[in-house]
């Protein structure tokens, strides 16, 4: 059965200025809509949507038939609708898995997610990015150079204000020194979490090879492996099975 795929992107700087629509003439979801085909190809159904899509293009039978949500965002998180990023957020925590790229770590579906700020540090001035494994045996990881490089990236760096991770996967090197965990993984209910930094829209950061190999691994391993159901706010206890010998 193939893994349902939304790529999900804000989609306003390749509509407001020419020299990033010149990079991504497609839009950044649809540079990474193309890696994600070329690489799963049958084993994915990708589909995109942005910001000025009804509803953002995440209404609840989107999210429903959505195995894995890709998110990219940057200068509009304040205009995505609350109402939709608890109905993402509800789906994640059903079992939907949540790529979320560079920027979107101030997205408010992140914050929501991780509880913190997700502050960090960055200065962007083109330097290079060298993107280290540093679990080699993660899912994530496979087939992935070691280490691989980024010729120019927007520099992110410590401190990342998030909770600890279920896995850091990369950790990232600047030429100006610093570091950053650029890829890590989290749980929220069924739902699983990879965070992934490389991608800023001013480089065409997603059309090197490794990233695509990144972000094509992390939809296989974010999709959900059994039936997803919304967690249930209460669940009332039981007492006869003590005393009847079944199960509870």
Known sequence: MSIRVLVWNENV????????????????????AQGLGELLG???????????????GLDEETLAATDVLLWWGHIAHDQVDDAVVERVQRHVQGGMGLIVLHSG????????????????????????EIVWTSAPGHPIARGVDQPFVVEKQEMY????????????????????GEVFRSGVTFTRGRGRIFYFSPGDQEYPVYFHPQVRRVLANAVEWAAPSGERATPAVSNPARRDWLTTGGAP
């Open 42 to 56: 049958e084993q994915a159904e990708i589909s995109t949507a942005t910001l000025a899509d009804p509803e953002h």
């Open 105 to 128: 770590h101030f997205s408010k579906i992140f914050i929501r997610l991780m509880g913190t700020t997700c502050s960090l540090s960055w200065r962007n001035d083109g330097e290079r």
């Open 157 to 176: 760096g410590e401190h990342f204000d998030i909770p600890n991770p279920d896995d850091q996967v990369f950790i990232s090197s600047f030429e100006g």
């Open 13 to 32: 700087h390749e509509t407001t200025q020419e020299e990033i629509r010149a990079i991504y003439p497609d839009g950044i979801h649809g540079a990474i």
